[in-house]
């Protein structure tokens, strides 16, 4: 084999080569695409009927935090409500608590709070509660058995003490055997209106001391 014949086959192999070369990358490329092809479709799909279908959508007004749980950013939606009412509000303290550098652990007492929230609901859905006017306000017998019975004299005793420091209101308690009769008053003829339209329940939800209260209670702060 010649000198110059033998350069031919190299170049003629190194050229065969390079065709083979580009003709796997053509391949490779074509095998991706055709890879890639089938999401494609199925992300648009996605995309599209999404957006207008939610527009208007009743369930829009009902729960925009929900809504608000950005789908473009490709996470799945959290839901937002915690759980019950007490256990959503146990989260906000132990939010509060995280984020405040001075909370000391130490002295956390979730549990008390827990008991209060039980109180709470006790008093709020469980307590018989009948109220009749008397001259210059109200005056509610609330009754109950057991745990109920407990949360009733736990709680009203201390409310009395909330409700009397409202402007112009006066307010007592006195035990009955089945559980505490409230009497609150006022001299003036708007604060008794107000008085009696609040009633039981809005009387044990006037004011915002609750929410301090709550706080307290968790940190294991006195109260009172
Ligand atoms: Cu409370």
């Known amino acids: 084999m010649s000198r110059a014949h033998f350069a031919a086959v ?18 490779w490329s074509m095998a991706v695409e055709a890879a890639g092809e089938p999401e494609r479709p199925v992300a648009v799909a996605q995309a599209q009927p999404a ?15 929900v809504q608000s749980g950005a789908p473009e950013s490709g996470r799945p939606r959290l839901p937002t409500l ?14 509060l608590l995280e984020a405040d550098p001075a909370t000391d652990w130490a002295r956390v007492d979730l549990e008390a709070l827990r008991q209060h929230l039980i109180d ?3 008093v709020t859905l469980d ?3 009948v ?7 109200v005056q509610v017998d609330v009754t109950g058995s057991g745990r109920t019975l407990a949360a009733i004299r736990r709680m009203l005793s201390e409310h009395a003490h909330e409700l009397a420091r409202m402007p112009g209101w006066a307010a ?4 009955l055997v089945d559980g505490v009769r409230l009497t609150v008053t006022s001299a003036d003829r708007n ?24 706080l307290a209670m968790a940190k294991g702060e006195p109260i009172h």
């Open 172 to 175: 007592r308690t006195e035990p």
């Open 10 to 27: 190299r170049f003629a192999g190194l050229v065969a080569a390079v065709v083979a070369l580009l003709a796997l990358d053509a391949a």
């Open 51 to 65: 957006a207008p279908a939610r527009e208007g959508h009743p369930h829009d007004m009902l729960a925009p935090a």
């Open 127 to 129: 307590a018989g509660a």
């Open 82 to 95: 915690p759980g019950q009412d007490a256990f959503g509000a146990v989260q906000e303290i132990v939010a």
């Open 131 to 137: 109220a009749r006017p008397i001259d210059g306000g």
């Open 191 to 214: 604060e008794v209106a107000r008085i009696r339209g609040l009633g039981f329940i809005g009387l044990m939800a006037s004011g915002t001391h609750h929410q301090a209260h709550h």
């Open 120 to 122: 709470m609901s006790r």
